[in-house]
């Protein structure tokens, strides 16, 4: 059974730090989606990442894999107030969108 | 805005009633599939609808069924409702097969479900 894993759950940052959110899942997978969801809100793409040593930019988050380990990281920078989400990794083993959600990072980002 | 609604936004229902959730994909998108997000915790993959056919289904009991409609609308149902019901139920549109590699799943704003 595939299983996705994320850390840390929670997250609380000052504005301007860096930090890393991790996504580990148990088999091996077709494509692997970031989203973030607002509270209260819907759920948002982020990145879709296809295969190993992906990596993907959008403004201050950065994505990539590793199949091998079957890893994921959401990497942000110099983080803003905007940025507080809850972020989810999940997974799609046959590219079929039948997602293997992880349990979500909620990020708080203090001023 | 993805272009995929839902109906209605909010709910009530007491325990063991049934409850119809609507869901419209988006133009183009022959795929549905439906989430259940409880409180504070990831979706969980109920099942999916490619062609009017059921084309997969997460761990969910019968009493959650389906429909697609040949417009690719979509409905949930929910039979003998459960206090643990109680969540927040997307669907999300998709075409597949892929249309491009890096073709994603758009979800709609979701339905929030009480059951009391």
């Known amino acids: 059974e595939l299983k996705v894993e994320q850390n840390p759950l929670f997250l609380s940052m000052q504005e301007g730090k860096n930090y890393t959110i991790y996504c580990n899942y148990s088999t091996t997978s077709d494509r692997l989606y970031w989203y973030r969801q607002d509270p209260g809100k819907s759920l948002e793409s982020l990145f879709v990442l296809l295969s190993n040593g992906a990596v993907k930019q959008e403004g201050r988050l950065m994505a990539s894999l590793d199949t091998k380990a079957r890893l994921s990281t959401l990497h942000i920078t110099a983080a803003v107030h905007d940025l507080s989400a809850t972020y989810f990794c999940a997974v799609d083993m046959d590219s079929n969108y039948q997602l293997i959600w992880g349990a979500g990072t909620k990020l708080i980002i203090k001023p | 805005e993805t272009g995929v609604t839902q109906s209605p936004t909010h709910l009530i229902k007491t325990r063991g009633q049934q409850v119809t959730l609507r869901c419209s994909s988006q133009?183009?998108?022959?795929?549905v599939s439906w989430y259940q997000q409880a409180l504070g915790q990831g979706p969980q993959f109920i099942f999916q609808?490619?062609?009017?056919?059921?084309?997969g289904r997460g761990n969910f009991p019968p009493r959650f069924s389906g429909l697609q409609f040949p417009n690719y609308s979509s409905e949930l149902n929910v039979n003998a409702l459960e206090l643990d019901d109680s969540a927040l139920y997307l669907c999300?549109?998709?075409?597949?097969?892929?249309?491009?590699?890096?073709?994603?799943?758009?979800f709609g704003p979701g339905t929030r479900l009480l059951v009391l």
């Open positions: 609808y490619y062609r009017e056919e059921e084309n």
């Open positions: 999300a549109s998709s075409l597949v097969p892929l249309d491009r590699e890096e073709e994603t799943q758009y």
């Open positions: 133009s183009g998108h022959n795929t």
